[in-house]
């Protein structure tokens, strides 16, 4: 995934910009913010963690077809937040589905780099310090600002009722999409427990960060908190950015590229201008839009390469 502050920021930006028609109410506001975070709050709550990760790699077509279902399936009351929730989840799949490849690509090189210290099974922790520069990065340009004055817990608000609605969709695609289990609740205690991280990571004087640090690797080779952990640094740039465009092979596909972190997250907010509005639109074509892949931009069908 990209992480908590890139997904914020590319969503409002698409909030800011959008017909305001669009979400009338508070509510469609922060199911559209939460939406933009994806299946990643499931993480946080260990039992659905694995209904998380295994959204992530479903296809993305089928994931959401089946919130689009579950959104138009709820009371009236409620339909209007469960669809904003769709729209943003729409727009966390073209952010991670675009910079994913960049990401895994360069953990690869990394961890095949021969670096002291690092092994391949040390790849949560490298994904995590990536994810953290790049939020940084994100931050630092699109604000001007550090995360001294950004909390990211703020990123997740949303009503207890917000919630409740999102939750009870996570449990119909759970078994639409994947055939698995969640309480009615899991996604609203995922949540809170999110929060609960956000605000235990956050060290804008990089104290906190540094006990939790020492203690995890008490336990760990590595420690994934601090990485997860924001740096109170201003960037123009990150090591994980790919600003002088050296090439990179997609991980899913083999393809050699060349572009940046910031042409990859244009590129994906352009799209999401266009097809956030539209894709709740019952003739929206889903599967084209999705290219058969998963969040992770890799593919979930067989790619035709050509026709005779």
């Known amino acids: 995934m990209a992480a908590v502050i890139t997904h914020y920021l590319f969503g409002r930006t698409l909030?800011?910009?959008?017909?305001?028609?669009?979400?009338?109410?508070?509510?469609?506001?922060?199911?559209?913010?939460?939406?933009?975070?994806?299946?990643?709050?499931?993480?946080?709550?260990?039992?659905?963690?694995?209904?998380?990760?295994?959204?992530?790699?479903?296809?993305?077509?089928?994931?959401?077809?089946?919130?689009?279902?579950?959104?138009?399936?709820?009371?009236?009351?409620?339909?209007?937040?469960?669809?904003?929730?769709?729209?943003?989840?729409?727009?966390?799949?073209?952010?991670?589905?675009?910079?994913?490849?960049?990401?895994?690509?360069?953990?690869?090189?990394?961890?095949?780099?021969?670096?002291?210290?690092?092994?391949?099974?040390?790849?949560?922790?490298?994904?995590?310090?990536?994810?953290?520069?790049?939020?940084?990065?994100?931050?630092?340009?699109?604000?001007?600002?550090?995360?001294?004055?950004?909390?990211?817990?703020?990123?997740?608000?949303?009503?207890?009722?917000?919630?409740?609605?999102?939750?009870?969709?996570?449990?119909?695609?759970?078994?639409?999409?994947?055939?698995?289990?969640?309480?009615?609740?899991?996604?609203?205690?995922?949540?809170?427990?999110y929060r609960l991280v956000l605000m235990a990571l956050r060290s804008p004087k990089g104290v906190k960060r540094g006990i939790i640090g020492l203690a995890e690797r008490v336990f760990r080779k590595h420690s994934i908190a601090r990485a997860m952990s924001h740096r109170n640094q201003f960037l123009e740039e990150s090591p994980f950015d790919n600003h002088e465009h050296e090439p990179w092979t997609h991980p899913g596909t083999d393809e050699v590229r060349t572009d940046s972190f910031w042409d990859l997250y244009r590129r994906a907010q352009a799209r999401a201008r266009t097809e956030m509005p539209l894709m709740m639109d019952e003739g929206f074509d889903m599967a084209t839009a999705t290219r058969g892949t998963d969040f992770d931009g890799n593919p979930t069908r067989p790619l035709i390469v050509s026709v005779e």
């Open 15 to 193: 909030y800011e910009q959008a017909d305001p028609t669009l979400f009338p109410a508070r509510e469609d506001f922060e199911a559209f913010m939460l939406g933009n975070q994806g299946p990643d709050v499931l993480f946080f709550n260990p039992a659905s963690a694995s209904v998380g990760s295994a959204m992530h790699k479903a296809d993305a077509a089928l994931l959401i077809s089946c919130m689009k279902d579950a959104a138009n399936m709820l009371p009236e009351g409620m339909r209007s937040t469960g669809q904003s929730y769709v729209r943003g989840l729409y727009c966390h799949f073209l952010l991670d589905s675009a910079v994913h490849p960049l990401i895994y690509a360069q953990q690869k090189e990394l961890l095949n780099a021969g670096v002291e210290g690092l092994g391949q099974n040390d790849g949560p922790e490298v994904h995590a310090e990536m994810e953290a520069d790049l939020d940084i990065l994100a931050l630092s340009q699109i604000d001007g600002a550090t995360i001294a004055s950004f909390d990211t817990a703020l990123a997740l608000e949303a009503s207890p009722q917000t919630a409740h609605i999102i939750s009870l969709m996570h449990k119909y695609v759970a078994k639409c999409a994947l055939d698995a289990d969640l309480r009615p609740d899991a996604y609203a205690t995922s949540l809170d427990a």
